[in-house]
C-alpha cells in the first residue's frame, strides 16, 4: 500500500503562514487536502489532479493554494492568513488512478497520518 507523509505543520500566530508538504510513496492521480478540527468531522478543503486541475471548498478559497508534482508524488498546501479556525490536523490522501468522480468527489481510503496546525490568537 502507498505510504503518504505530511509535514509542515506547526504552531503560528493568527495571519500568518504555513506551506504543508507530503510525499506519497507510490503513483498517485488525485490528491487531497482534508481538515479535522476539533469538535467536527474531518472536511476536504483542496484536491489536485495530475493534469493540474485544483478545486478548493468555498472555506478556503482565497486562502490557501495547492500545488504539486505528480511526477514526484508530491502535494503542497500554502496557507496564508491563518485564523484560529484553522486550527485542524491537516491529512492527505490519493488515488493512484484516474478515478470514474472528479478529484473533489472521490471517497478516499488511504490517509497520511497528518500534521497539527494550531492557530492562537
Known amino acids: 500500500q502507498v505510504q503518504l507523509m505530511e509535514s509542515g505543520g506547526g504552531s503560528v500566530q493568527a495571519g500568518g503562514s504555513l506551506n504543508l508538504s507530503c510525499v506519497a510513496s507510490?503513483?498517485?492521480?488525485?490528491m487531497p487536502w482534508s481538515l479535522h478540527s476539533p469538535g467536527k468531522e474531518r472536511e476536504g478543503a483542496a484536491y489536485?489532479?495530475?493534469?493540474?486541475?485544483?478545486t478548493y471548498a468555498d472555506s478556503v478559497k482565497g486562502g490557501f493554494t495547492i500545488s504539486g508534482d505528480g511526477a514526484e508524488a508530491t502535494l503542497y498546501l500554502q496557507m496564508n492568513n491563518l485564523t484560529p479556525e484553522d486550527t485542524a490536523i491537516y491529512y492527505c490522501?490519493?488515488?493512484?488512478?484516474?478515478?470514474?468522480?472528479?478529484?473533489?468527489?472521490?471517497?478516499?481510503?488511504?490517509w497520511g497520518r497528518g500534521t497539527q496546525v494550531t492557530v492562537s490568537s
Open positions: 490522501a490519493h488515488v493512484p488512478k484516474i478515478p470514474s468522480a472528479t478529484c473533489d468527489a472521490v471517497l478516499y481510503a488511504n
Open positions: 507510490g503513483p498517485i492521480y488525485c
Open positions: 489536485r489532479s495530475n493534469d493540474g486541475a485544483t
